[in-house]
């Protein structure tokens, strides 16, 4: 599959191709160009030359582009969520679900086109004042590679939407289905040049988006040593910054929560796309009244799990998705067992048999007994081990989990609305849970605090954060 630059197809000026391979079995899906400096310049010539034309449509007229595309992603669900598996690894019915997830947020920000409004001030004798909203101008937006399709729409809804043209870089082993869905935009009436897509590496063809003189904002998700890195390269140009980054997402169960309900939550909360989510479950704090029996159901629920190809439906967990994400879990799985950093229950190590043999397959793993320094609770593990820790008190649970450099999210269970009150009160994340975990709705803000980012997506927030404020002093 070719690049998307100014509504063609193009390839690499230097003509290299990245392989993309099916990571359930090592076969290759297709080949991208390997795009780099000339190309990322040649897509921003082209969002630069388009935007005058994009932003002086009406709110309205972007929103109906947008309405379309989600149409037209409807329309094709089933062949991007099975292209989306064999580029990923995920379980279909969970492609599908992101598939259906990013046509969900375009019409969202399609249904609120004309709301986002400005403001008068009135100074009284000095005059009125008109504060309105325009956009930036060409913005960048770097994705990663485990919810390629949700996070394009989080940043190609709010950014189109509000006017700015788009340059974006999908992740080296996702780009294909980010293609197909750029190709719908363009269907649905986005003018050439609005949205262009360059494929290639991070060190090359993301830090020349990043470092490019044009670009006004970089909207980047990925883990945070390279967020810090964007950080600095877009802050020497003072670039409007968003940075989604990491997390390690602490999960705690009260005595009065619904056990079973919660077994399921830390069940998909953590093995969810192979547990490969920025908010996945990644510290199971329980009370000890119900440790027992909740260990024993989760257990029991982890060791039944169907793991294979993502393209089988009844697979409940797919690969990993690439050999250096299977060999970092493997790592952490290794240092845990010689520092005698927990107890491992199940899983620890990769799944064996001749279906497995050239896929990224690493079992779902459960570790107990984590002593509160190891390295399992202060890193983000991105894979599928959950470490379980046992609290005699909520106050415990709350200081053992803000001990963490992260701050995305955070999960209480409990029926009592003054448990949820202190954890809401005193945990540091940017969207607590009360009784669920993952979900984020296009409605709701979202973004981390600390060391998982800066600024926020989804919502009206979203809208701002493409914006900036443009006044007209009207002195009487
Ligand atoms: P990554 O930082 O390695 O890569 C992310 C993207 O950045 C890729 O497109 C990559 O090619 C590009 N990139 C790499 N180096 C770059 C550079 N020097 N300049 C510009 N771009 C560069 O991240 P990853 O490992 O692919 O993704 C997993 C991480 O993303 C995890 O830490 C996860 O928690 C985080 N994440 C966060 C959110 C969120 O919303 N907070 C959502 C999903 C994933």
Request: net charge neutral; with cysteine.
């Amino acid at each position: 599959m070719e690049m998307l630059i100014n509504g063609k197809t193009a390839v690499a000026a230097d003509d290299g191709w990245i392989e993309v391979k099916n990571p359930a079995t090592g076969e290759l899906v297709d080949r991208v160009p390997r795009g780099g400096k000339d190309d990322v310049a040649a897509a921003v010539e082209a969002a630069d030359a388009c935007f005058g034309a994009w932003s002086e449509k009406t709110m309205r007229d972007r929103g109906l582009v947008l309405a379309r595309a989600a149409e037209l992603i409807r329309r094709d669900h089933k062949a991007l969520a099975e292209l989306l598996t064999r580029e990923q690894g995920k379980p279909i019915r969970e492609a599908t679900d992101e598939v259906r997830g990013c046509a969900n947020i375009l019409e969202y920000y399609a249904s609120i086109a004309g709301q986002p409004a400005g403001e008068v001030v009135s100074l009284g004798k000095a005059g009125d004042c008109l504060v309105t909203r325009v956009p930036l101008g060409v913005c960048g937006a770097i994705i990663p590679w485990n919810m390629p399709v949700i996070i394009m729409g989080w940043k190609v809804g709010p950014a189109l939407l509000a006017g700015n043209t788009l340059v974006l870089k999908p992740a080296s082993t996702t780009p294909l289905t980010n293609l197909k869905i750029a190709g719908l935009l363009q269907e649905a009436g986005l003018p050439p040049g609005a949205l262009n897509v360059v494929t290639g590496a991070g060190e090359t063809a993301g830090e020349a988006l990043v470092t490019h003189p044009r670009v006004k904002k970089i909207s980047f998700t990925g883990n945070c040593a390279t967020g810090h890195r964007v950080r600095t390269l877009a802050g020497e140009q003072l670039k409007a910054l968003t940075l989604e980054l990491g997390g390690s997402d602490p999960m705690i169960v009260m005595p009065d929560a619904d056990i079973p309900k919660a077994v399921e939550g830390a069940f998909r909360g953590r093995f969810y796309n192979a547990g490969q989510i920025c908010t996945a479950v990644k510290r199971l704090y329980l009370h000890e009244k119900i440790a027992g029996e909740f260990m024993r159901l989760l257990t029991a629920k982890v060791e039944g799990t169907n793991i294979g190809n993502g393209l089988a439906p009844v697979t409940e967990m797919g690969p990993l998705n690439s050999a250096g994400q299977r060999d970092r879990i493997a790592g952490v799985m290794q240092d845990v067992v010689d520092r005698q950093e927990g107890c491992v229950l199940t899983g620890g190590g990769p799944v064996t048999g001749k279906a497995y043999e050239n896929g990224f397959f690493y079992r779902p793993t459960l570790v107990a007994d984590v002593p509160a320094d190891a390295a399992l609770l202060r890193k983000e593990i991105f894979g599928p081990v959950l470490p379980v820790i046992t609290v005699p008190d909520l106050s415990t649970a709350i200081r053992e989990a803000n001990r963490s450099q992260y701050g995305l999210g955070a999960s209480v269970w409990s029926r009592d609305l003054s448990t949820v009150k202190e954890v809401f009160g005193q945990v540091h994340a940017g969207i607590i849970w009360v009784n669920r975990h993952l979900t984020v709705p296009p409605e709701v803000p979202f973004g981390g605090t600390n060391e998982s980012g800066m600024g926020r997506e989804n919502g009206f927030h979203a809208i701002d954060s493409y914006t900036q404020t443009k006044t007209l002093f009207l002195g009487w």
